[in-house]
Structure formats: C-alpha cells, structure tokens
T-cell receptor, first 113, second 115 residues
C-alpha cells in the first residue's frame, strides 16, 4: 500500500493550459517535497513545504501543503513544453527515521506544442 | 561539487550473476538510500543507511545486500541476479544533522537488464 497517492498518473495537455497534480495521504507529514525527473536523470527537488496551509510559488508553479499536513497539490499555470517530465511527491513522516522519504508513484506530464 | 556519483550507468547481467552498484557522495550526508524505479511503481526503497556501520531494509530488500563502511560510500550488491531485478536503480543521499535539510540528492541512475 502506497503511503502517498498521486493523481492523476498521466496527464497530456496542450501548451498554455493549466493543470493540477494531487498528492494525498491519511498520514501526517512533517514536510512534503516535490521533485521533477527528466528521462535518463535522477529526480531533482523543486520545493519543500513544511507548515500546514503553506503556499509556495516557483514562477508558474504553485505548491500547497494541506492544513492538516496530509496532502499537497502542485498547480502549473500556462504549461510549457519544458514542463514535460515525471513529477514526484515525497513526504518525511513524523516519527520515522530522519532522512527517510516516502514517495508517491508519480505523475507523468506531457505538454504538447 | 560532484554530489552523488553512481556507477555504472548501464549494465547487462545474465541470470545468476552477481554485481555491485557503486554510490558515493561528497556532501557529508548521514542518510543514504537505494531505490529501484519501475514503470508505474514510482521509487521503491530497497535499503537505507543512517550512518557508517548502520543499515536497514526498505520495502523491497530481497535479493540485495548493502554495507556502509564510510560516510561517503554505499554500494548495493545483487547476490544472484534475476530477470525481476531488471530496473533502473537510484542512489540518493540526504540529511545531515548539521543542516537538518531533508532534500534528497540523486545519482544519475543505473539501468540494469537481467537476461
């Protein structure tokens, strides 16, 4: 059973459209991270959210941590072809080994020109 | 700064062969881990280590061994390769008690095929 459920698993959109990716759990996390992975590479951190209700913006990407720290969302405004990639959420769970992250299965985003 | 260095990048093994995937980091991180990535399955934790001499099992440890003799190195050994171990393997390091930052830094991955 996956501790973090990501949806949707696949997303295929046209350039200029908006999209939201969700990361949900029944567990509480001390922090939640979003990574992006491109083909042939390892995942790279985009953002870490720590406080319940926190919103962080990274250019056209908006990340939100749920008030109860059980879920998170990633919203992309006016998607570009360069946003194509695998987006992974990962959580650090309270009481777990320091450094251990629990990953969702990922959302494969394809943005068409 | 090299970050996390993983070798080899590609490997083909015959069923029953053994091999070691190498991983080294130069960020003085206490926590290191190995994941395998299969289509639709995300990253699954194989083994992890919280410091030299300390290792523990993750979600899918069977068929793999690890050791951590130094802070920098965390090799993954496949004891007797099976086709089910065909996957992309990632080494990652994160967290130091000094920085308390949980960001995970990943190597470039090893694409392993077992025939």
């Amino acid at each position: 059973t996956q501790l973090l459920e990501q949806s949707p698993q696949f997303l295929s959109i046209q350039e200029g459209e908006n999209l939201t990716v969700y990361c949900n759990s029944s567990s509480v996390f001390s922090s939640l991270q979003w990574y992006r992975q491109e083909p042939g590479e390892g995942p790279v951190l985009l953002v870490t959210v720590v406080t319940g209700g926190e919103v962080k913006k990274l250019k056209r990407l908006t990340f939100q941590f749920g008030d109860a720290r059980k879920d998170s969302s990633l919203h992309i405004t006016a998607a570009q072809t360069g946003d194509t990639g695998l987006y992974l959420c990962a959580g650090a769970k309270r009481g777990s080994t320091l450094g251990r992250l629990y990953f969702g299965r990922g959302t494969q985003l394809t943005v068409w020109p | 700064n090299a970050g996390v260095t993983q070798t080899p990048k590609f490997q083909v093994l015959k069923t029953g062969q053994s091999m070691t995937l190498q991983c080294a980091q130069d960020m003085n991180h206490e926590y290191m881990s190995w994941y395998r990535q299969d289509p639709g399955m995300g990253l699954r934790l194989i083994h992890y280590s919280v410091g030299a001499g300390i290792t523990d099992q993750g979600e899918v440890p069977n068929g793999y061994n690890v050791s951590r003799s130094t802070t920098e190195d965390f090799p993954l050994r496949l004891l007797s390769a099976a086709p089910s171990q065909t996957s992309v393997y990632f080494c990652a390091s994160s967290y130091s008690f000094a920085s308390r930052n949980t960001e995970a830094f990943f190597g470039q991955g090893t694409r392993l095929t077992v025939v």
